[in-house]
């Protein structure tokens, strides 16, 4: 059974930082994105990590944001620092498996003081 887990959210203080994991069972991770989905707001694009560890990151978490993998875990993380109360949102991984993208429940992540 494909199934993804994402644990590490939490609340934080603006500046912080946390960092997410998402850890896959069922399967062997390749390529894998986070994305987060702010009350009343769409789901957006956070990063990404391809099978060979290229990364890429949306702009408005470059240089604050980075994602990496452990693949002997088959788990993929999302370290995040400097955290802004924009950044509050419920955190989802998405990972494919023999062509389908699968997805996580989410974490939430809150940032305030």
């Known amino acids: 059974q494909v199934q993804l887990v994402e644990s590490g959210g939490g609340l934080v203080q603006p500046g912080g930082s946390l960092r997410l994991s998402c850890a896959a069972s069922g399967f062997s991770i390749s390529a894998v994105r986070w994305y987060r989905q702010a009350p009343g707001k769409q789901r957006e694009f956070v990063a990404s990590?391809?099978?060979?560890?290229?990364?890429y990151s949306a702009d408005s978490v470059k240089g604050r944001f980075a994602i990496s993998r452990d693949d002997a875990k088959n788990t993929v993380y999302l370290q995040m620092n400097s955290l802004k109360p924009e950044d509050t949102a419920t955190y989802y991984c998405?990972?494919?498996?023999?062509?389908?993208?699968?997805w996580g429940q989410g974490t939430q992540v809150t940032v305030s003081s």
């Open positions: 998405n990972a494919l498996h023999r062509g389908n993208w699968h």
């Open positions: 990590i391809s099978t060979g560890g290229s990364t």
